[in-house]
């Protein structure tokens, strides 16, 4: 790999922990651009007497921190599928 030796180990071990990338001004930049953008489009929607729906998250695993409870199924083009809980 030639071009590992051109990365940081800082930039690295930001890849490694994306949680750690929030702390850059930058990507807190870009974060407030994209939460005022949201908000002004739920706004103006809203204000359109529009209504969000969160959708329900679906997948083809069981969700593990379930532990007793029971799940909801979904036949999906012919394959089955769990909601989430968690």
Do not use: C
Request: hydrophobic content about 35%; cysteine-free; charged content about 30%.
């Amino acid at each position: 790999m030639e071009y590992a030796s051109a990365v940081s180990p800082e930039s690295l071990s930001d890849y490694l922990r994306p949680w750690r990338r929030i702390r850059q001004p930058r990507f807190r930049a870009i974060l407030r651009v994209e939460e005022v953008a949201s908000d002004a489009m739920r706004s103006y929607l809203r204000d359109e007497g529009f209504i969000e729906l969160l959708p329900p998250i679906i997948g083809p695993a069981t969700d593990p921190g379930i532990r007793g409870a029971r799940q909801a199924s979904i036949d999906y083009y012919g394959r089955e599928y769990k909601v989430m809980s968690s």
